[in-house]
């Protein structure tokens, strides 16, 4: 043939040169078989390469290019058993170096491929898988094909994470929920997977939810006023009442995170898909338990555990409790704060006052371990009419004052029976809450409990000798204290005051008396019955008003106090009357001389009352002083 070997003529080859005995078909045809065998390949580009060969440094791969490409063996650690004939995926880098080398790169063709897998999930939503390969703040870094995406804290888990550092290594299904492609960020979610399992499992729950059912649930989260618990996907409220019978401050100090509990369904709304749960409604009731014997006036012991503003609870045991009322803690009629009587976390003692076993109700009270004062068989002597004693000022009012003679009787002093002398508009100008104070008993009624007092009893009327001090007529020093448009108001000695008119407040040189200023008075008007002492100065520079005070003081004295006006004396009689004049001026004179003489008595007294009250005083204050250095 003369296409064998044979017949090859090599002096025509040698002499043409390669190719140069082909037509131009012949040379198109063998150009197009040539460039079949070969494959169009385009730089950043992924494409599939058959390894055929590995040595000490590269993986020798062939894409089906003109030449082979190099990778280097470090890119193969996650393939130990790769051999030829493989076929891994790869990125085109150059076409060609300056050396001629196809450039190849394994390890950017699996970024490039885990960004389209990336793309693609989040368009498709589709899953993927990762693992995490650190902790970050608020969250964790997740390594998905070799590309780094962030996987929030939020995001991991339908219940709160409270240690990240459990998953860092693991393996995790996510699902892509954002990519920012300006900075190559990648968002994902494991919580979304786990919310699509739970949310049939919700359903399911929900479907099937009726009162009294008893479910197992883990506690999710805790707070003051209760815990949520998971109950497999639907989140239920245990309110701290409904944890334990017995007060708990805070759910803490009887349950844990993470603990799994039997719980009963309250109440449920469909609507809002709330749940009401009970964990102490899985146990009975304490007051079922109650003893038979505790009824109406037994004596329990328990602790309080709280105190309120009217009173305070005893837990006599957990789930059983009495109200003590701030008015069964003392026998004392004013009402305090049940602070002063008692304090939460206290041993008590009290008697059981009502019982109703039904409503679940008990009322006790404290008072009632002593007996009440007022029936005691000596309080009819001990607080008898005229016997005096000393007690505490608990309350201030308009018309007088309380007293605490002892804890549970007290007695009203009257803001008349506070002073003989002085004119106490408020009880505040004499006395303050909290002082003592002696009074005498003035009225006893002990049906009723109460007790009249008087302080200013314990002196003897003053008015008695004020009537033979401050005669009519009689001069005195006074101080005028205030002064209106209705008179003066002037302090006398001996602690007590007297009024002057407008018209006695006139000095000699036509000027008026003002406040502050002391002066001479005289003595025009005196009521022991009205307590009231009318003086003027005017009177002891006025001719006609100190003739007005002598008619007056004659007037007086005629009538024996002045009471009674004298009867004019008919005209037959008006000469016997002057036959007889020099002996009317001489017991006149008798008269006057015996009022200086009772008036001077009467200072004598009042001094000497003085003198005893400054001493009992000073007395006292030693006393108090000793009792407190004791």
Known sequence: MSNSP?????????????????????????????DDTLTTVQEQEVVTGTVVGITDRDVILNIGFKSDGLVPVSEFRDLPDLKPGDQVEVFIEDQEDPNGQLILSRKKAKIVSAWAKIYDALENDNVLDGVVKRRTKGGLIMDIHGVEAFLPGSQIDVKPIRDFDVFVGKKMEVKVVKINAAFDNVVVSHKVLIEKDLEQQRAAILNNLEKGQVLEGVIKNMTNFGVFIDLGGVDGLLHITDISWGRINHPEEVLQLDQKVNVVVLDFDEDKKRISLGMKQLTPHPWDALPAEIEVGSRVQGKIVNVADYGAFLELMPGVEG?????????????????????????????????????????????????????????????????????????????????????????????????WTKKIKHPSEFVKVGENLDVVVLELDVPNRRLALGH??????????????????????????????????????????????????????????????????????????????????????????????????????????????????????????????????????????????????????LEAAAAKK??????????????NNA
């Open 456 to 605: 200013k009893q314990l002196e003897e009327n003053p008015w008695d000798t004020f009537e033979s001090v401050f005669n009519i007529g009689s001069v005195h020093r006074a101080t005028v204290l205030e002064k209106s448009d209705r008179g003066a108001t002037l302090e006398l000695p001996y602690g007590i005051e007297g009024f002057s008119f407008p018209k006695g407040l006139q000095k000699e040189d036509g000027s008026q008396v003002e406040a502050g200023e002391s002066l001479d008075f005289r003595v025009t008007e005196f009521s022991k019955e009205d307590r009231k002492i009318i003086l003027s100065h005017t009177a002891t520079h006025s001719e006609v008003e100190s003739a007005r005070a002598a008619r007056a003081t004659k007037k007086t004295t005629a009538t024996g106090g002045g009471e009674k006006k004298e009867a004019k004396a008919p005209k037959v009689q008006k000469e016997a009357d002057r036959s007889t004049l020099g002996d009317l001026d001489a017991l006149s004179a008798l008269k006057e001389q015996m009022l200086e003489n009772e008036k001077e008595a009467g200072v004598k007294k």
């Open 6 to 34: 044979e017949n090859f003529d090599w002096d025509k080859f040698e002499s043409q040169g390669f190719g140069a005995g082909y037509s131009k078909a012949e040379k198109a045809e063998m150009e197009k078989m040539y």
């Open 614 to 627: 400054a001493k009992d005083a000073d007395n006292n204050d030693e006393s108090a002083e000793e009792e």
């Open 323 to 419: 109200l003590i009322h701030v008015s069964e803690m003392s026998w004392s009629q004013h009402l305090r704060n049940p602070q002063d009587f008692i304090k939460q976390g206290d041993e008590v003692e009290a008697v059981v006052l009502t019982l109703d076993r039904e409503e679940r109700k008990m009322s006790l009270g404290i008072k009632q371990l002593t007996e009440d004062p007022w029936t005691k068989e000596d309080v009819l002597t001990k607080y008898a009419v005229g016997t005096k004693h000393t007690g505490v000022v608990r309350n201030l009012t308009n018309f007088g004052l309380f007293l605490e003679l002892e804890e549970g009787v007290d007695g009203l002093v009257h803001v008349s029976d506070l002073s």
